[in-house]
T-cell receptor, first 114, second 115 residues
């Protein structure tokens, strides 16, 4: 069965510092992986997704993630944090051949200190 | 930019009452979903819906739950007799195509509080 684990329920960085949010997956078939962001009182917004093309995926707002099959990881990074990046981030894996349901990690809350 | 909308944003109900949560998916989307997030827990899949029938449902989605697309725009989740443990944020999502790589667009959620 597919699953997702996000290491660290809360990450705090200083403005301008590197952001690294960790996600590991478990899947018996090649996975499709997603990162979503949730700002307060808003829905989940797609940051980026991996669909078996390039292993380094670039998303919105300067975020990127690298799919590493050997490490079963899909960590999210951003070189320089901005105050507006403060939000909850969810990693998810898609399953199924059609209209696959998303299986989410528990989420990581990112705080950015001035 | 098109977006998924949900109403109400917050619903308070008494245990045992029926509630209907409403969603308006993006207009050209064909696949619809409900997820929920109990406070402090993961976002969990409830059900997917395509071509006017349920495609897949989770163990959570028991006989107390039902979904419907009553017209060309709305997608509803009904909980027949609410329990305390149904208190959660409920998210509706839609996707254009039927595939595991397709982006699901989420609404802002309905916070359900069962007293």
């Amino acid at each position: 069965a597919q699953s997702v684990t996000q290491l660290g329920s809360h990450v705090s960085v200083s403005e301008g510092a590197l952001v690294l949010l960790r996600c590991n997956y478990s899947s018996s078939v090649p996975p499709y992986l997603f990162w979503y962001v949730q700002y307060p009182n808003q829905g989940l917004q797609l940051l980026l997704k991996y669909t078996s093309a390039a292993t380094l995926v670039k998303g919105i707002n300067g975020f990127e993630a690298e799919f590493k099959k050997s490490e079963t990881s899909f960590h999210l990074t951003k070189p320089s944090a901005h105050m507006s990046d403060a939000a909850e981030y969810f990693c998810a894996v898609s399953v199924g051949n059609q209209g696959g349901k998303l299986i989410f990690g528990q989420g990581t809350e990112l705080s950015v200190k001035p | 930019e098109p977006e998924v909308t949900q109403t109400p944003s917050h619903q308070v109900t008494q245990m045992g009452q029926e509630v209907i949560l409403r969603c308006v998916p993006i207009s050209n989307h064909l696949y619809f979903y409900w997820y929920r997030q109990i406070l402090g827990q993961k976002v969990e899949f409830l059900v997917s819906f395509y071509n006017n029938e349920i495609s897949e449902k989770s163990e959570i989605f028991d006989d107390q739950f039902s979904v419907e697309r009553p017209d060309g725009s709305n997608f509803t989740l009904k909980i027949r007799s609410t329990k305390l443990e149904d208190s959660a944020m409920y998210f509706c999502a839609s996707s254009e195509l039927a595939g595991s790589t397709d982006t699901q667009y989420f609404g802002p959620g309905t916070r359900l509080t069962v007293l």
